[in-house]
């Protein structure tokens, strides 16, 4: 069965890009794929230092979340722009998950996994230009990002009081990149 994690880089309570992942998460669990939903806001991690990870290790949130990305086949990453870059909270994870423990094979929790991307802003490109350097990242640590993704301006129109997409052709892009992701994964296996 493809195992996907699905997370936003945000740690605000009512996160549009939270919404997003969710959204995307439902459609996997839709196309049968097993899903797990996190929030980084409960893996509290100290900004990435080289001394502190040599005076303490790696913190135990940092562990935990690295643990999920080796354990899962592909990722739904919805991601908020901060000035035309993608988070300083999804940065400093990514950074912490990319550390060796042991003798393990660099770059354990990302090589061969397969990403979709998305966004979405109260801007009208929804925070599209964050993806670029995002998707450059993951690309430089070993991540096939899928080249479809979705950006959703005007995020405060664009979900509903339960936090789903009320734009039908928004919801039928997204559904289309999740059901890419799962094709590409089970090819892959």
Not at 116 to 138: D, E, F, H, K, N
Not at 153 to 176: P, S, V
Request: net charge negative; charged share 20%; aromatic share 6%.
């Amino acid at each position: 069965m493809i195992k996907i994690l699905s997370f936003a880089g945000s740690a605000r309570k009512h996160s549009y890009n939270k919404y997003l992942a969710n959204a995307a998460a439902d459609h996997a669990e839709a196309s049968g794929a097993l899903v797990t939903r996190i929030d980084l806001a409960d893996y509290p991690m100290p900004i990435f230092c080289q001394d502190l990870e040599a005076e303490q290790g790696m913190p135990e949130a940092a562990q935990a979340f690295k643990q999920l990305l080796i354990e899962h086949d592909g990722f739904l990453i919805a991601s908020p722009e901060y000035n035309s870059a993608y988070s300083p909270l999804l940065k400093n994870a990514i950074d912490w998950a990319t550390r060796r423990q042991g003798d393990e094979p660099p770059l354990l929790a990302f090589r061969g996994k397969v990403a979709a991307l998305m966004s979405t802003s109260p801007g009208a490109l929804g925070g599209l230009r964050g993806l670029v350097s995002l998707r450059m990242l993951l690309g430089n640590i070993g991540v096939l990002v899928l080249p479809d993704q979705l950006a959703v301006g005007q995020a405060e129109q664009a979900f509903d009081a339960e936090g789903l997409l009320t734009n039908e052709a928004n919801n039928k892009a997204l559904k289309d990149i999740v059901s890419s992701l799962i094709t590409t994964l089970e090819r892959l296996q």
